[in-house]
């Protein structure tokens, strides 16, 4: 069974920087397309970003273009997220998904396995 545990999440002030961590296991890594989605209360789950491994196609979501950036380590089964300028309106609960194939982009449904969640909170 494919498991996705995530970390790095935290509290940061404004133009701060954060990476989080997603770690797969339970499947080939180089098999999977790593999303990474955001919810803030009261708003609905986006994708900030992804990864597709099988194609090496990379997303960013216009909010986050610039700022962020994906990378992974293969030796480790892990996909990061690089936050950079970090602003209030970054502040959500962070969520990687993992979709068996490739590129899927930020369409959350197409993706079939999901981290617990990490709460990234950014200061004014």
């Known amino acids: 069974e494919v498991q996705l545990v995530e970390s790095g999440g935290g509290l940061v002030q404004t133009g701060g920087s954060l990476r989080l961590s997603c770690a797969l296991s339970?499947?080939?890594?180089?098999?999977?397309?790593v999303g990474w989605f955001r919810q803030a209360p009261g708003k609905e789950r986006e994708g900030v970003a992804c990864?597709?491994?099988?194609?090496?196609?990379?997303y960013y979501g216009d909010p986050v273009k610039g700022r962020f950036a994906v990378s992974s380590d293969h030796a480790k089964n892990t996909v990061y997220l690089q936050m950079n300028s970090l602003e209030p309106e970054d502040t959500a609960v962070y969520y990687c998904?993992?979709?068996?194939?490739?590129?899927?982009?930020?369409?959350?449904?197409?993706?079939?396995?999901w981290g617990q969640g990490t709460q990234v909170t950014v200061s004014s």
């Open positions: 990864f597709s491994l099988p194609d090496r196609v990379f």
């Open positions: 339970g499947g080939t890594f180089d098999d999977y397309t």
């Open positions: 998904a993992a979709h068996l194939g490739g590129y899927v982009g930020s369409n959350l449904h197409a993706y079939e396995h």
